[in-house]
C-alpha cells in the first residue's frame, strides 16, 4: 500500500462568519502541510459554525467564489480538503460538504431532502486515485449504513465524515463508525467540532479506525489534527496541536 497521510481537523467554528472561518481553516491547512497531509477533513458545517437554525442565510453553492482560498490552497499544497457548510441545491438549502481538490476542481456532498435516505442507486462521492480515495458521507447519522456501505463497494480506500456529536451520542456514534470499519474491511476517519456552540455540546474526540475497526488514533478536546499515517506497517496515529 502506498503511504498515505489523512487528518480530521478538530475545528472551532466562529458563528455565521465565512470570511473568519475561512482563514482559520487556512491556519489548519498550514499546520496539515508541516504534517505532509494529503487529506484534510473538517466537521460538519466548519465553515458556518453549527447553527442549524440558520442554515438559510448561511447557505452557498458550491461553485460560490468566496470558497476560492480554499480551493488555492488545495491546488498549492497538493492536498484533498473537505469543509462542511449548508450547501444550495435545485431542491433547496441542505448540509453537506465541499472537497477541494488538488486539480482544481471540487466535488459537493448533501444530505438528501428525502427522509428515506436508503434510495436505490444512491452513493456517496468518492474522490481521490487507487489505493488513496476518499468517499464523503458528511451530515448523515452514524447508524445510516447506506453511506458506508456504498462506500465499500466503490472500492474506496477510507470513509470520512465529519460531524457535530456531544457528549451524550459520543459513544453510540463510536460504536457505529467502529462497526462499519471492521464490517467492510475499511478505515474511517471522523472530524468533530473542538467546541460547543450555544445550546449544542461538542464531544470533541475526532478519531480514526483501520480497516479492522481497530482505533488509530483518538483526540481529546481543543483545536488540532487527529492524524492518520497509512505505511508498509500498516496504520498508526497522531495528535498534533493546532500551531
Known sequence: MPVWNVAAAQYGATPDDLESNISHHLDFVRCAVREQIDLLIFPELSLTG????????????????????????????????????????????????VGFLPDGSRVACCKPLSSDIDLPGQHTPLVGLHNRSVAMGFSTGSDEETWPRSAAEMGASLYATGKFINEISYQNDEMYLQRWA?????????????????????????????????????????ELLAVGRRDEKGWHGEIIPLR
Open 50 to 97: 453549527f447553527n442549524i437554525e440558520n442554515h438559510h442565510d448561511c447557505a452557498l453553492p458550491f461553485t460560490d467564489e468566496r470558497l476560492n482560498p480554499l480551493q488555492n490552497a488545495a491546488i498549492e499544497h497538493k492536498m484533498t480538503i473537505v469543509v462542511g457548510l449548508p450547501l444550495r441545491c435545485k431542491g433547496g438549502v441542505s448540509p453537506g460538504s
Open 182 to 222: 471492521r464490517k467492510y474491511n475499511l478505515p474511517v476517519l471522523l472530524a468533530n467540532h473542538a467546541f460547543s456552540t450555544g445550546k449544542y455540546r461538542s464531544a470533541g474526540r475526532s478519531a480514526c479506525w483501520d480497516d479492522r475497526g481497530e482505533l488509530v488514533v483518538r483526540a481529546d478536546h481543543g
